[in-house]
């Protein structure tokens, strides 16, 4: 419950191990009896890629020699009561575009070239000054935009921002989403940039480009919430996993999706270390979060029940 760079270890990541270069995939699944990696690389075969349970806890990994950066990836997992089934990996930092339901293995190479930003940034006492905050949809933002992606978007942004003095940008959510209705609000891949827009690399980018214009960059982050849908986070392992065993405190009834379980160590340790993803691997500037009030009362967006 406190390793809060999570995303060093947990997903997949490249590796060599005795020489042999490969990918080592790991995935924290409690209640269940086993997982398995499925991929071009093992014919989608759940049983040639069974993984290891890491010291009778409840992580389990696997490295696999020969995998590349690019390849696709699901994990299979059989819960207790023998029923098999896949999932998207929670930590995966690239997800195909919906309709698919797979992961992609990425090792971004992006060198920013924003250490003046930080350092400046970080002796700023941004309390004491002026912010203008621009908020952006970046799916939408500038109708003009042919090929529109973070990188087309970097400029077009950083020109309005610029022309009408604003001194941030906050970006509606860029996380993986599969419901295009919540304007990006459903996040269905933390760790995922949206694949619409590009590839990590593309969203490194964009950050480095706001910066070298001067211009800070806020996330709306959503860690309040998490769609049902069935590849996803919901009932991971089979059983409450990420949300509340309970139904009446797991189920968002004003949002239709499903609350995070910030009760146990390993769901709220995966949100923290994800605020700090987002701040150390993409450099962003801060995080907002809407919704709080349904974070912290039981009774939001529920109607009373009388006995």
């Not at 891949?189 to 800070?216: C, N, Q, R, W």
């Not at 309970?246 to 146990?264: E, H, K, P, Q």
Request: glycine residues 8%.
């Amino acid at each position: 419950g406190i390793l809060y760079d999570a995303y060093d270890i947990m997903g997949a990541h490249k590796k060599t191990v005795d020489g042999v270069s490969g990918v080592c995939f790991t995935v924290w699944a409690p209640n269940a009896q086993r997982v398995s990696v499925l991929g071009e690389f093992n014919m989608w075969e759940g049983n040639r890629s069974i993984m290891r349970r890491v010291n009778d806890t409840a992580v389990f990994e696997l490295f696999i020699p020969g995998v590349n950066v690019g390849d696709t990836y699901k994990f299979e997992i059989r819960n207790r009561d023998g029923r098999v089934f896949t999932k998207t990996d929670p930590y995966s930092f690239a997800n195909e575009v919906f309709p698919s339901d797979v992961s992609k293995v990425v090792e971004p190479s992006f060198k920013f070239k924003d250490s003046a930003w930080i350092k400046a940034r970080d002796k700023k006492k941004l309390l004491d000054k002026p912010m203008n905050v621009l908020e952006v949809n970046p799916f939408t933002f500038d109708d003009e935009l042919f090929d529109r992606n973070f990188r087309t978007l970097a400029k077009s942004v950083a020109e309005y921002a610029l022309d009408n003095s604003y001194t941030h940008v906050e970006l509606m959510p860029i996380m993986d989403t599969i419901n295009g209705d919540s304007l990006g609000y459903e996040t269905h891949g933390f760790y995922s940039v949206s694949t619409v827009l590009g590839e990590p690399e593309d969203f490194m980018y964009f950050v480095d480009y706001m910066h070298a214009k001067g211009i800070g960059v806020i996330l709306d982050w959503t860690p309040y919430q998490f769609g049902r849908e069935r590849h996803g986070l919901a009932y991971f392992d089979g059983d409450a996993c990420y949300e509340d065993p309970n139904m009446l405190r797991a189920v968002n009834s004003a949002f239709g999706t499903l609350n995070f379980n910030y009760g146990r160590k390993e769901v709220s340790n995966f949100l923290i270390s994800n605020a700090l993803y987002w701040v150390e691997r993409y450099h962003v500037d801060g995080l907002k979060m809407s919704s709080v009030a349904s974070m912290l009362y039981l009774d939001y967006g529920r109607k009373e029940v009388l006995a």
